[in-house]
């Protein structure tokens, strides 16, 4: 049964610590939890709040609920939970003395070091610094009975460790154990960095699409949540949530949902999520993405949500202007006005005139005669590539030669 904590409370009760001991960046304040405690199993309230959490003194959100009246981040408050479970079957009470910091109470304590005017001038760590305002440190009740020996033998079974030699009762977490807890997010994903994408970043530039070309790639995100993503219950999707997106490929389930995982992906597993693109309309555009589990949450929502949030992934596409492949060419073309005899010349896709290995062709845009031409040219890697061009000065040149063509042939029509 879980009691709900009733408010909350920063603890100043200390003991003296060295005088000699030297600060780090990281160290915390020397804290001694105060006295046995002789209760029933800890309380837990998974009322979500926000405040702001620092690393290395760069600031960020962090969603925090109520553990025995204090303040606990979320993900370490399920990973304490479970395994304050597991020592109160053991026989061992366990209690949280402190948890998150702000701000504001950090900087009390640095002062208090600093100034030698308060909390014994105990060592206490700069505000922005300390792993209690990052949400991982908790300082347990390890002057009571059991409770140190205990957290020796089995802390490191739920993802807790001693990191600061100097304070017993100074535990983190910052991942692993069973999972689970009162307060775990069903679904939620943690980004694998550079590594979980096929894409650039985008930062690093724009993925280079033509008309028609479909690139394929992926997503990989590691399942954090509570919930085993299961094949067609958990999608990758284009946001703005449940709106088409102009880059769907023929791959994606629909406009709307791009595709799911292949096979089931429990807790601290990896999922690969398929992303193909198609270019559709000219022009650079960012395709923002997002996860979701059909008909229950979207990851980046609460309670069942924990992230990442829409659009934390994004990938920036140029769709560019179709080359064209060609048709079956037909036979070796007469040498015109325009350039030598191809090998062969065939329709592209486009409308546009291919050439074999030959000379240049030239025809208007889309085979229409509005003066803007496309050349079709040799690449550097020996690709053809079509590029625009204005030659208005050719059209009379090229009218009089069909003319004169035309007076030909009456002619010879007459001479039959």
Not at 117 to 140: R, T
Not at 250 to 262: A, D, H, M, N
Request: glycine share 16%; hydrophobic share 35%; proline share 5%.
């Amino acid at each position: 049964m879980w009691r709900v904590g009733t408010g909350i409370l920063l603890s100043l009760s200390v003991t003296a610590c060295s005088a000699a001991e030297p600060l780090a960046d990281n160290a915390e304040h020397c804290e001694e939890p105060a006295g046995t405690v002789a209760e029933a199993l800890s309380s837990i309230d998974c009322k979500e709040s926000k405040d702001t959490g620092y690393t290395s003194g760069k600031p960020f959100s962090i969603t925090v609920v109520t553990v025995d009246g204090k303040k606990v981040e979320r993900d370490t408050a399920n990973a304490y939970y479970v395994m304050a479970k597991a020592a109160d079957k053991a026989g061992v009470t366990l209690k949280v003395v402190s948890g998150f910091r702000t701000q504001a109470e950090q900087q009390y304590l640095y002062n208090c070091y600093v100034n030698c005017n308060c909390n014994n001038c105990n060592l206490a760590a700069k505000p922005g610094y300390s792993n209690h305002q990052s949400g991982h440190a908790l300082d347990l009740n390890t002057s009571s009975a059991g409770v140190l020996t205990w957290l020796n033998s089995n802390g490191a079974t739920y993802g807790f460790k001693r990191t600061v030699p100097s304070e017993a009762w100074h535990w983190e977490w910052w991942s692993g154990g069973p999972g689970g807890g009162p307060c775990a997010v069903e679904y939620a994903g943690k980004s694998l960095g550079l590594s979980g994408q096929s894409y650039p970043i985008t930062s690093q530039g724009a993925v280079t699409v033509e008309v028609g070309q479909t690139v394929t790639g992926w997503v990989k995100l590691e399942n954090i949540g509570s919930a085993t993503w299961k094949p067609g219950s958990v999608w990758l999707a284009p946001i703005p949530r449940d709106k088409p997106n102009a880059l769907s490929s023929p791959s994606w389930q629909s406009t709307t949902r791009i595709s799911t995982v292949k096979a089931n992906v429990p807790p601290g597993s990896v999922g690969t999520f398929d992303l193909d693109l198609t270019g559709k309309t000219l022009g650079e555009t960012t395709l923002e993405l997002g996860w979701v589990a059909e008909g229950v949450t979207w990851f980046a929502d609460g309670p069942k949500g924990g992230g990442p949030a829409d659009g934390y992934f994004a990938v920036k596409v140029q769709v560019v202007a179709s080359t064209g492949s060609g048709g079956a060419g037909g036979g070796p073309g007469a040498a015109g006005a325009g350039g030598d005899a191809g090998a062969g010349a065939g329709w592209g896709s486009g409308g546009a005139i291919q050439t074999g290995s030959g000379g240049a062709h030239q025809t208007g845009s889309g085979g229409g005669n509005s003066g803007q031409q496309t050349e079709l040219r040799s690449g550097d890697d020996g690709s053809c590539q079509l590029s625009p061009h204005h030659h208005p000065a050719r059209w009379p040149a090229a009218l009089l030669m069909l003319g004169l063509l035309g007076v030909r042939v009456r002619r010879q029509t007459r001479g039959r």
